[in-house]
């Protein structure tokens, strides 16, 4: 089957940091995207993960855990424009052609 | 100038009627997408095209049709919209390739069926 969970809603304070998880059932996985969106806006890619281990991008920073169906989104330094809705998304297939998002995590960033 | 753009942004119309959203893309993608958003759902694919003579359907077809007319354009018709069909819509588009398939989202249709 096919299934991504990831908590609906989160709340952080500005200047903090914040990791949202996102466990995943895909069969035949290949790899492990993240996009933001803000609210009414479209969604953005910040990250794509295919092997294990932990990707930094500046104040964004994604893990994968094949084995264990486990990813996770940090974000470091929150601040106010930060506040969105954060999707993980599951790819399967050749050339990642079957993608399945998550319900995504709102995050409320709080000064 | 966008590199994915869908026509119209907002759209309201009566039980019955049918009604066609547009997608177009410069991006030169082989890889369309038509996806419906509601809250607490998440995105949800209606269809996706591969190339011009490549049409399949996703998790929820039923009530949709589409048309690839050029690589660059592909349209999403309700037929005879019915309210539960009020939803936001992208479209999106993807290069493919064997290193993931990051997919390049439109600024989204925000239909209302009364």
């Known amino acids: 089957g096919q299934n991504i969970d990831q908590p609906t809603e989160m709340t952080a304070t500005e200047g903090a940091i914040v990791q949202i998880n996102c466990t995943y059932q895909?069969?035949?996985?290949?790899?492990l995207f993240w996009y933001q969106q803000h609210a009414g806006e479209a969604p953005t890619f910040l990250s794509y993960?295919?092997?294990?281990g932990l990707e930094e991008k500046g104040r964004f920073s994604s893990f994968l855990s094949r084995s264990k169906g486990y990813s996770y989104l940090l974000l470091k330094e929150l601040q106010m424009k930060d506040s969105a809705s954060y999707l993980c998304?599951?790819?399967?297939?050749?050339?990642?052609?079957?993608?399945?998002f998550g319900a995504g995590t709102r995050l409320f960033v709080k000064a | 100038d966008a590199d994915v753009t869908q026509t119209p942004r907002n759209r309201i119309t009566k039980t019955g009627k049918r009604i066609m959203l547009e997608c177009s893309q410069t991006?030169?993608?082989?890889?369309m997408y038509w996806y419906r958003q509601d809250p607490g759902l998440g995105l949800r694919l209606i269809y996706y095209?591969?190339?011009?003579?490549?049409?399949n359907k996703g998790e929820i077809s039923d009530g949709y049709s589409v048309s690839r007319q050029a690589q660059a354009k592909f349209s999403l018709s309700l037929e005879s919209a019915i309210p539960n069909q009020t939803a936001l819509y992208f479209c999106?588009?993807?290069?493919?390739?064997?290193?993931?398939?990051?997919?390049?989202f439109g600024p989204g249709t925000r239909l209302t069926v009364l």
């Open positions: 095209s591969f190339d011009v003579k490549d049409i």
């Open positions: 895909t069969s035949g996985f290949n790899g």
């Open positions: 991006k030169g993608h082989d890889r």
């Open positions: 993960n295919v092997l294990d």
């Open positions: 999106a588009t993807s290069q493919g390739g064997t290193s993931g398939d990051t997919q390049y």
């Open positions: 998304a599951g790819t399967s297939g050749t050339g990642g052609f079957k993608t399945i």
